[in-house]
């Protein structure tokens, strides 16, 4: 099947995972590492190398290019980072702007992690998944879904509507440093990544985000993300 083209103003969700399902972060410095490059690499100018960088970046703690304002490529909208794969949810503000923003993306972390581990070769299962949003029921549901999917990791069976606790699993999820759940609910974690105006507008400010999440997790439907899961 041919691969779609992103287009200006269009709402994309990207997604991919590490080679033979295997882990691509294996500590908290390669978390950060790929965050901090979320918010680096997010500009229309080149992406150089980081490790000449000597200035601490207060979002992140890693080094920080020093340059002029940054022209975003895409609006980062929503980010969640598990141990062996990825979800993103972006809008498009330039043409090809999700194309060299993914290349420079993926590029800059595999150089950084093949170098950190001694290892040579792609570290992501072939090009990224994209998927453009063209339904309300996919823009409005998806937030939510990928939001939630840390819970993997607290609760393996979330998905099967298992949950013993939401407020347990709404900790959890708030307190889970590699996504951007935290932002959205009013607690900053790393809040100059995302561009969250639309999406905050649209489901009315962090409490009532917070709240719909929980009434999400006990009414959701997995059966129309299928096409939006990594097992597909």
């Known amino acids: 099947m041919e691969r779609i083209k992103p287009v200006v103003n269009e709402i994309y969700h990207i997604y991919n995972r590490g080679v033979e399902k295997r882990k691509i972060f294996l500590n908290e ?66 043409d090809c702007g999700v194309t060299e923003f993914m290349r420079k993306l993926g590029t800059g972390y595999t150089n950084y992690f093949n170098q950190k581990y001694k290892r040579v070769g792609p570290l992501f299962q072939g090009k990224y998944k994209l998927v453009r949003i063209t339904t309300d029921s996919h823009f409005i549901h998806l937030p939510y879904y990928i939001h939630l999917n840390p819970l993997e990791l607290e609760s393996p069976k979330w998905k099967n509507k298992e949950i013993k606790n939401y407020k347990v699993a709404m900790k959890f999820l708030e307190n889970y440093k590699w996504s951007s759940f935290s932002d959205y609910v009013g607690k900053k974690n790393f809040p100059s990544v995302t561009q969250r105006e639309f999406l905050m507008r649209f489901f009315s400010g962090p409490e009532n985000y917070k709240k719909e999440t929980v009434q999400w997790l006990k009414e959701m439907d997995l059966e129309e993300f299928k096409e939006f899961t990594l097992e597909n």
């Open 29 to 94: 410095e390669d978390y950060l590492r790929f965050i901090h490059n979320l918010f680096e690499f997010n500009d229309e100018a080149p992406a150089l190398n980081l490790a000449y960088y000597l200035k601490q970046s207060k979002e992140v703690g890693l080094p920080k290019i020093e340059r002029s304002a940054r022209k975003l490529l895409v609006e980062l909208m929503v980010f969640c980072l598990m141990p062996n794969h990825f979800h993103l949810i972006m809008k498009q503000k330039r």
